[in-house]
């Protein structure tokens, strides 16, 4: 650790979050911002890409689709990094790393030279949401995390929403290598604030070694999966090549990890934290809910696009309000959060999209366009009430000793539950599109609806699972001792 980064005292029941955690928390939501932002800004520039580097527009789509999926080849092993470094120095190394790589991307001279940049760029910042999860944890205690890690929210929700507007703005007045190059001076502030302001983190003092079997099954397993979910998604069959080997595959490995996880004495995810109620049913909500938010993420753009014959740019701007939403209704639901359980509040926002959501069942494209962006904010506020808080609910039922674990988990949960939300109302609309744009719109909006409720389903299920009964343990009882 640096004489200038401290650790943050963790803050106790009945204290006020005092101005180093905010500061700690702004820092965090930062770097969080960048690396998210990059899942979406390169999207509108693929088409300048692939004309630029001489390229199908088939093979520049492997710029946007080698980041998701090195986002989760290096998810699973940040618990154990965590672990063995400290959350503070894979978070360091993790955004020098991002900022690094993101000339290598502004420098590439064809596109699978791109291709390759993208990758470890996504290897870099698939450590860097989880490790900043787990720091900002570490360093508040379970009594304020809510309010605190809703900081970190509106970085993430914020990211998506504007990385189209960003593109678009880039592409129209400048060159696509600066959808790259404006992460270097945001990479070195954030190094600068971080090397001040982030403490280091204390490694495990039995952090064991690292579980490379149950690595290699997660780390093939989940890109394998979100890949083929994705692939499916895109060529409207399960069956199209490219598709239904991925999921079978990813999806074994993930089985084969689950029974070997029962027998390994030190697996590289800790799966007995599910052993918690609490727990449990807070990383499923948070698989739900992600499956709507991240679905509701492709189907709007097209609503807009196709339904409603917007550009690209004008899509980005109608979409600034759902992202707006969210990220004003953030710090609200982490207190409420704090206050009441993430349950409750979860619970709250699912009805809130699921409010959201049949309007656009209802009437599809004929809504007027005043209503669809009021309806578009309003979800944002539900969205910010229903996904952040079951992920949060799930980092307060565990130790701080067991956070690594946890974040990486959720973190997994959400992208599989993203990637299958995503493909299943793609396919859905892309099944119906024959018979009519605005019918097509109409029932995947229904389907929408359906897999609300679902989230809602699980949202009253982490709510009772968050009332306190005699036998439940506690996280410290829950947890148990490791072999070394």
């Avoid at 009945?14 to 820092?27: F, G, K, N, Q």
């Avoid at 495990?204 to 397993?221: E, I, N, Q, Y």
């Avoid at 609490?278 to 990383?283: H, K, L, P, R």
Wanted: glycine share 14%; proline share 6%; hydrophobic share 55%.
């Amino acid at each position: 650790m640096t004489a200038t980064a401290r650790p943050v005292e963790p803050v106790g029941p009945d204290e006020a979050i005092r101005w180093p955690v905010w500061r700690l928390a702004m820092v965090i939501a930062f770097a969080a911002f960048m690396s998210q932002l990059d899942t979406s800004v390169v999207n509108v520039g693929l088409d300048t890409i692939a004309a630029d580097l001489g390229a199908s527009l088939d093979d520049a789509q492997w710029v946007a689709n080698a980041y998701l999926i090195a986002l989760g080849l290096s998810l699973p092993a940040s618990g154990w990094l965590g672990r063995r470094f400290g959350a503070g120095r894979v978070w360091f190394a993790a955004l020098a790393g991002f900022t690094i790589t993101s000339a290598l991307c502004a420098l590439a001279g064809g596109v699978w030279w791109l291709v390759a940049a993208r990758v470890l760029q996504g290897l870099t910042a698939g450590l860097l949401l989880p490790a900043g999860q787990t720091i900002l944890g570490q360093a508040v205690g379970p009594q304020r995390l809510g309010r605190v890690m809703a900081t970190l929210g509106v970085a993430v929700s914020l990211g998506p929403a504007l990385g189209p507007v960003a593109g678009g703005l880039i592409i129209h007045s400048g060159s696509w290598p600066w959808l790259f190059l404006i992460n270097l001076p945001l990479g070195a502030l954030a190094l600068y604030l971080g090397r001040r302001f982030v403490p280091r983190g204390r490694p495990a003092a039995h952090p064991g070694r690292l579980d490379w079997p149950g690595l290699l099954m997660v780390s093939a397993g989940v890109p394998l999966l979100v890949y083929g979910l994705t692939a499916w998604g895109e060529r409207g069959s399960l069956a199209a090549p490219g598709a239904v080997g991925p999921v079978l595959a990813g999806a074994l490995l993930l089985v084969a990890f689950i029974g070997y996880a029962r027998r390994a004495a030190r697996p590289v995810l800790d799966l007995r934290l599910f052993a918690g109620r609490a727990y449990a049913a807070a990383t499923a909500t948070a698989a739900f809910t992600g499956a709507t938010m991240f679905g509701a993420t492709l189907l709007f753009p097209l609503y807009f696009q196709i339904g409603r014959g917007t550009s690209v740019l004008q899509t980005g701007l109608a979409l600034i309000p759902l992202g707006l939403g969210t990220a004003v209704a953030l710090p609200v639901s982490g207190r409420l959060l704090d206050r009441f359980g993430g349950g409750m509040v979860s619970l709250f926002g699912g009805l809130g999209t699921v409010a959201t959501t049949v309007p656009f069942a209802v009437a599809g494209t004929a809504l007027p366009t005043p209503v669809v962006l009021g309806l578009l904010f309003l979800r944002g506020v539900a969205i910010a009430f229903a996904v952040g808080p079951a992920a949060i609910a799930a980092f307060k039922a565990v130790t701080a000793d067991q956070l690594p674990d946890a974040t990486t988990q959720v973190n997994i949960a959400q992208r599989i539950g993203g990637a299958l939300g995503g493909a299943t109302f793609a396919v859905i609309l892309a099944g119906r599109l024959a018979g009519g744009v605005d019918a097509a719109f109409q029932t995947t909006f229904w389907w929408l609806t359906a897999a609300s409720i679902l989230g809602l389903a699980t949202a009253a299920w982490l709510a009772a699972a968050e009332r306190p009964r005699r036998d439940d343990p506690t996280p410290h009882e829950r947890q148990l001792p490791r072999s070394h």
